[in-house]
């Protein structure tokens, strides 16, 4: 493969030189999908959940404060704004990283599997836990088995949250018989039909509901638990018994015993091996890496590769790198803004730097940073992003970075440098007829290949 | 700046993007395309009691002692409507509205939605499902579907919403912040893009879009939080007017979530019902002779408590209100139920109780507005949707 395709279509587009710094694109690609410090962020300042947990629970207990008191300004309005701040140095250490990454294949593969388990600020209480769930289910987990990051995200404190698992109560559990609160499906639902076998798995309302009540007991430690434990576990998750609704669970054919907090556990593990999600999980793979529309010999040969390994991760992306369906010169997805704005950044060197109003730049064009719209996560098909305001939008965009960038290089030499041989010559014609530097920056940067990957 | 804009429509028209532009079945469309239809999603949960207050209900004041408005013709009293309630006095243009009989309410609308989030509540309102998450696409994305050849739906925003997604094609316009790209590299992009079908289109339609839009993009969009909703209505009725313009178009106002200082006949709320008063009067204004084929439909993800809260405002609640304004609108009056006030009719104790289904009102529109077919609207718009509130629209 070459080098250009590698990081263009697997990674978050070359700065200038990488495309000869990597060497070999099949070794870079492989090494990265073994290598548990490719998925790392680096910066240690960053909070952990349960600081996360334990700065929210402060907040929710000032904002009833300020209920009960004389209130001054809006504190509903104020309680959304400190979240979102809280929130802020794991996006701003997000963007750092895209722009920044040596391994952009690793990257691309934890915006991947975040927006496959999306936790979504969105949902305001949720913010200050999105940083840490990317961080600690999904990049800490990139080594292990599918099974792995299906328990570590079904159980981070950010999904507990953003699903409601952290209210659900068992009906006849010894809190739900004292207490007129009761089941909380979503949770259970979206396992299903978003995280393994889909809407069309072959469950059925009474598998959801069933479900619902083997996770019964997952939840976060918030103030009124943590009165009760002999240490101070605030912010953590915990399987709390007294929640758990009692008894054996039958779900999608199969029986399960009793067995507390192993109860939910063993249910993902099944889930986690059926055939249904092998299937789902490649088909995503294929149509967010390759094509919108799957070449169904790679989804095939995934399906093959996830079913062999039981869902080994480092397996799979060696082999999703691998298929020759990914090796083709043609550019057949359209860029996410997300990725249009890092590998455009990339591209015209205002990488390094730390950049103002970098945050603004994609809420911009639709698509901020852990916002996602719902649990669904981010459309992955040109439909949704290739939008006629869109498309102005990054126009609009492209002529305001190409005028920060100003005359810094030739934008004929820098487009070849990172487009390879993907540029084509109209690209290159209309890039160097351009009346100015600028335009000439702006026509690269929207040109038909650099919006494609 | 603005010469900039002139010059992307003296693109438009020399360098014939706007063959590119529309699709050709727009085209066929054109003639039924002339009832226009527009769904203005209230984000944040309009406090219903607050903008139709039941002034007669004796429960009214006593739950809401520092919220209630006025009598009607006492200073800053509600605008009398009928049947003992009253308009916010700042809704003006929809009291005139009522009068014209150009305006219908449905007062405790909900979807079937009965939690109390607000992203749960928006997704259930656009996609028109029974409950969270149970369709990927959106209602009026499905009857843009099912009214075939009508013509295309327009999103004016930066994201094409739940609503209006799915199979049938959609464009989009937003007010930018951002100067507007030289004409003259705009015409250098559409030649780069002649033979890209994916890319072409687009820009061609957004310039297309953004001509017909043209100068009151410039007219203050983006200063000050609710400058901009005159703007958008104003854009909105130059693209729905447009020869070949779309048929349908969705708007967003939010700022409803009113859980504190709320106020009464002055405050925050009060500014939010003027400046969306303002600009409904300044949309039936730039649609002209058009408005009498064009319905409005307003609707929020759910109501609010109907005890005011310890903070002056309220509190995530379940019934709301609809609104359907416009020229074919059989207006001046009530539809649907009124279950009250009394402690026994709310809802979980704290509630508007939902008696009216919002999709059967928005079923209902559509059916009689776009003559589509009942069943259709019952399988294939909304699933699982009870019979359509028929009659709003002549």
Redesign the interface.
Known sequence: MDAAIALNRFGLGARPGEVRRIGGAEEWLARQAEDASAFELTDSELPSSVEAGVALFALREERRA???GA?Q????QQVVMRLAELARPDVEARIQSGLNTDHGFAERLVYFWSNHFTVSA??GQTAPLVGPFEREAIRAQMQGSFFDLLSATTTHQGMLLYLDQANSVGPNSWIGSRRDTGLNE?LA??VL?LHTVGVHGGYSQTDVTEFARALTGWTIVGPAVHQRLPASRLGETIFLEQMHEPGQRRIMGRSYSEGGREQALAVLHDLARRPETARRIALKLVRHFIADEPPPSAVARLEHVFLETEGDLPSLHRALAALPEAATPEARK?KSPQDFILSACRMTGVASAPLRGMAGSFQ?L?QPIFRA????GWDDV?E?W????????R???S??LAARVGRRDAPEALAADVLGPGLSD??RA?VAR??SAE?GL??AL???EF?RR | MSSFRTDRRALLLGAGALSLAMPQRVAVAQAQGERKFIFIILRGALDGLAAVAPCGDPRYRALRPRLALPSPGDPDGALALSEGFGLHPKLQFLKASWDARELAIVHAASSPYRER?H?EGQ?VLESGGAG??TQ?DGWLNRALAASAARGEGV?IG???P?VL?GAAP?????P?A?????S???E??A???SS?A??GP??A???A??AVVGDAAMAGAGRGRYAGVQVLMQATARLLTAPNGPCAAVMSIDGW?T???QGAADG?LALRLQVLDSGLAALKTAMGEHWRNTVVVMATEFGRTVAE????GTDHGTGGVCFVLGGPVRGGRFMGDWPGLSQQALYQGRDLAPANDVRAVFAGVLGDHWGIDPSLLRTRVFPGLGAPLSGVVA
């Open positions: 300020s209920r009960n209130a300004g809006d504190p509903v969105a949902k979503n639902r979206e039909e359209f911009m639709a719209p719902s649990p669904a040109s949704n290739a939008g006629p305001d869109a498309i102005m939008k126009l609009e965009w002529q305001a109209a690209t209309a351009a009346e335009q702006t026509l929207m040109s038909p919006q | 989030s992203f997704d969270a998450y990927q999103a930066e994201v094409v739940l997604r959609a464009t989009s316009w937003a930018s951002a100067p507007a790209p030289a003259d590299t705009l250098r992009l030649d780069l893009y890209d994916l890319l687009a820009l339609r957004a310039v879009t953004d979530d859980h504190a200082n925050g809260n310890g903070t002056g």
